[in-house]
């Protein structure tokens, strides 16, 4: 008996072996090296307390420009694409002949390599010969063409929409998914109540969502407080620090040898990653929808 209650603990060893290994172990060493003067100038390595936590938040207002470009962009295209994600959903939730080929096409971009997608979007936003450019040129709004991606007001609204169309499909599939456990019995006694389809969206599928909106909120700021790729191949974190994310920072930390710094700031990250995903997780589990 007791074997038979053990056993399939048996089968979690080496998950947690393996998440042990590569990510607990060198987060934790992570944190060690956050707090010293690591760098490519000397061989030692000296203990400096919280000196590169002080130099991000008290004496480099550089650093708190990228935290907070950081946060906006994890927080506007999580918001964006759970909106299109959803609305695609529900769209495509809906019996028609070439649904399938639709999910299809919109999780495409999902497949996508971010440097793929960054180079091809670098073509779209050219000044003179772009795709975006020429439409406008086409339509008679010459005057509004630009150089989008140096254009320090524009740039991180276009790096944001192009984050945007790229993990969009990701949030349909999580949606679709949840859509799909809601029974059909439910929907039926609401149309007989009268319920049209704005409240049954509102009061039904809505809450029973949920979880879907748990998993898709949680998993995009965590990508978003991660994002490095696209940003990195359209803008370089430019033009000045307009689109400059954390991990820029960290990429350009390391390469300037200041491996201590870009260990602190890797650790920020880490740090607003579990408390923003822990205040989404406690907010949202209330009331769970059950039938």
């Given amino acids: 008996m007791i074997k038979s209650r053990i056993y399939p ?3 979690l060893i080496i998950g947690l072996l ?7 172990t060198p987060s934790i060493i992570g944190i060690g090296y956050s707090l010293t003067d ?13 000196k590169n936590f002080r130099e991000i938040f008290v ?14 962009f994890a927080i506007v295209t999580t918001a964006f694409k759970i909106l299109f994600g959803l609305i695609l959903a529900l769209i495509l939730n809906e019996t028609f002949r070439t649904r399938n080929v639709l999910r299809a096409i919109f999780y495409l971009p999902v497949t996508l390599s971010p440097l ?7 073509s779209i936003f050219r000044p003179e010969v772009g795709l975006v450019n020429k439409l406008l040129s086409a339509i008679g709004l010459e005057n ?14 276009v790096v944001m929409s192009v984050e945007t169309w790229r993990l969009s499909g990701y949030c349909m599939i999580i949606f679709l998914a949840g859509l799909q456990t809601i029974p059909q019995s439910t929907y039926d006694a609401a149309k007989v109540d009268g319920a049209n389809y704005w409240q049954r969206l509102i009061h039904l599928t809505i809450p029973f969502l ?14 978003g407080l991660k994002a490095f790729d696209v940003i990195f191949v359209l803008t370089k974190g430019g033009p000045g620090d307009a689109t400059d994310v954390i991990n820029t920072a960290v990429f350009f930390s390391f390469s300037m040898g200041r491996y201590g710094l870009a260990t602190a700031l890797g650790v920020i990250a880490f740090v607003i990653a579990i ?4 205040i989404v997780i406690r907010v949202l589990s209330r009331k769970e929808v059950e039938w």
């Fill in 210 to 223: 949920k979880p879907a909106f748990i998993i898709n909120i949680v998993l995009n700021l965590i990508w």
């Fill in 59 to 72: 004496e480099g207002s550089k650093y708190l420009k990228y935290i907070s470009n950081t946060a906006i």
């Fill in 18 to 24: 393996v998440y042990t290994i590569f990510f607990m």
């Fill in 9 to 11: 603990q048996y089968f």
């Fill in 116 to 122: 793929a997608v960054g180079l091809m979007f670098i």
């Fill in 275 to 278: 408390f923003l995903s822990f």
């Fill in 144 to 157: 509004i063409t630009r150089g989008w991606l140096t254009s320090v007001k524009f740039a991180m609204p």
């Fill in 38 to 50: 690591w760098n490519a100038y000397r061989s030692s390595v000296n203990f400096i307390g919280l």
